[in-house]
């Protein structure tokens, strides 16, 4: 079956530690999406990636980096520079808009990965 | 800038009862996306419906339905006969037409409106 997958559910880290967060995707879909999503709070765009080995920073993209260098996956490094890093974390992808016109395709949205620093 | 406004928090509503959920959007695009995203309790957002601006056409699919207003810069989306398997949070997001190479679908959400259905 075709989807993504987000490794962990939960992650535990303590302050000042970089973690990773793993998102894959078998849609062969070309954009892939970091989202954070805190309680009560709509989600937030982190970085976003139309192309391998191409990204661009989101709306809050301060205290994370991201690569590219497949197109099935595309990690987020939460860095001991984000200041709150405790969130619910969703990867999405969706088909390249670009390929077929200028509508903006629906995104597809992994499990997430809820993290939590101590 | 883009905004998605949805002033309901919470809903809660007993099974069967028909419910609405608001959506107000801010944009200077002449043409722009809107969509609803049901996100249950696992976390995953599932994808409900997208929507043009040049479409008003209302949407019925199955028990859902949306009313797309643009004098009103609305877009909402009404459970009929509500069920408990309905309880999650409901977003609703925006997004502008890809007039630049190498955009991606940047998405804006509202903060999403949580509904509970009990029996």
């Known amino acids: 079956d075709g989807g993504i997958t987000q490794s962990p559910k939960y992650l535990f880290r303590k302050e000042g530690q970089n973690v990773t967060l793993s998102c894959e995707q078998n849609?062969?879909?070309?954009?892939m999406y970091w989202y954070r999503q805190d309680p009560g709070q709509g989600l937030r765009l982190i970085y976003y990636s139309q192309i391998v080995n191409d990204f661009q920073k989101g709306d809050i993209a301060e205290g994370y980096s991201v690569s590219r260098e497949k197109k099935e996956s595309f990690p987020l490094t939460v860095t001991s520079a984000q200041k709150n890093p405790t969130a619910f974390y969703l990867c999405a992808s969706s088909i390249d808009p670009l390929r077929l016109g200028t509508e903006p395709y629906e995104q597809y949205f992994g499990p997430g990965t809820r993290l939590t620093v101590t | 800038a883009q905004k998605v406004t949805q002033a309901q928090t919470e809903i809660s509503v007993v099974e069967k009862e028909d419910v609405t959920l608001d959506c107000v959007y801010e944009?200077?695009?002449?043409?722009?996306?809107l969509f609803w995203y049901k996100q249950p309790p696992s976390g995953e957002l599932v994808f409900l419906i997208r929507?043009?601006?040049?479409?008003?056409q209302n949407e019925i699919s199955g028990r859902y339905s949306w009313n797309f207003q643009k004098s009103t810069s609305s877009f909402n989306f009404t459970i009929t006969a509500s069920q408990v398997v309905d309880s999650a949070v409901y977003f609703c997001?925006?997004?502008?037409?890809?007039?630049?190479?190498?955009?991606?679908?940047?998405?804006?959400f509202g903060t999403g409106t949580r509904l509970q259905v009990t029996l």
């Open positions: 849609l062969n879909h070309d954009a």
């Open positions: 944009t200077r695009d002449t043409t722009y996306y």
């Open positions: 929507r043009n601006s040049f479409d008003e």
């Open positions: 997001a925006l997004s502008a037409p890809f007039i630049n190479t190498g955009t991606a679908s940047k998405l804006t």
